[in-house]
């Protein structure tokens, strides 16, 4: 029994890190890898550039990821460290987004993954809020959406330090 769970935790490695090769090969333009020790690979920081013609242009956006011991049979719990004003992003960071919970599939990777987290700052839905209040506004008043999100991306996003 120990030889299978051996062979079990030895390709989670292996698939982790050949994800994190795809991202410290550029393969994904906008999104780089910035906190990561070898001998921890299941806890992640990753940075992303806001979208373009969004309220987050410009900004670079921190988040962290944590492979959970059944990846990637299970989604990785993906959180923002900055600040984001979004309908789908929690006070504390988490993320509402239906890949990281019950459509996730163990062919999607890390590089796919937070492809659909930057797509989620462009196209937010506020049919499923975890900030009633960016949800509120998202739906109702567009235009105040828009300023207070690009408020929070120039306080929290730009020049912070790390850039991509």
Same mark, same amino acid.
């Given at each position: ?10 390709? !989670? ?9 795809? +991202?410290?090969? $550029?393969?994904?333009?906008? =999104?780089?890898? /910035? ?8 806890? +992640?920081?990753?940075? =992303? ?14 988040? &962290?990821?944590?492979?959970?011991? &059944?990846?990637?049979?299970?989604? #990785?719990? /993906? ?7 979004? #309908?789908? /992003?929690?006070?504390?960071?988490? =993320?509402? %987004?239906? +890949? %990281? !919970?019950?459509?996730?599939?163990? *062919? ?6 937070? %492809?659909? /987290? ?8 506020? $049919?499923?809020? %975890? $900030? ?13 959406? &828009? ?9 929290? *996003?730009? &020049?912070?330090?790390? !850039?991509?």
């Amino acid at each position: 029994m120990k030889e299978v769970t051996f062979i079990i935790i030895n390709s !989670k490695k292996k698939r982790i890190m050949k994800e994190i090769k795809e +991202i410290l090969s $550029n393969e994904y333009k906008d =999104i780089n890898l /910035v906190d990561y020790d070898e001998n921890n690979i299941y806890d +992640i920081n990753i940075m =992303i550039k806001g979208p373009s013609e969004s309220p987050y242009e410009n900004g670079t956006f921190k988040l &962290n990821i944590k492979f959970p011991k &059944n990846y990637p049979f299970v989604p #990785p719990q /993906v959180t923002f460290v900055t600040k984001v004003y979004h #309908p789908n /992003v929690s006070l504390a960071g988490a =993320i509402c %987004l239906d +890949i %990281l !919970k019950d459509q996730w599939s163990p *062919a999607l990777t890390l590089g796919k993954t937070l %492809l659909s /987290v930057s797509s989620l700052l462009y196209c937010p839905n506020s $049919n499923d809020p %975890l $900030n009633l209040d960016a949800g509120d506004f998202h739906k109702n008043d567009i235009e105040q959406f &828009n300023v207070k999100a690009k408020e929070y991306t120039e306080t929290f *996003a730009i &020049n912070n330090d790390t !850039k991509i």
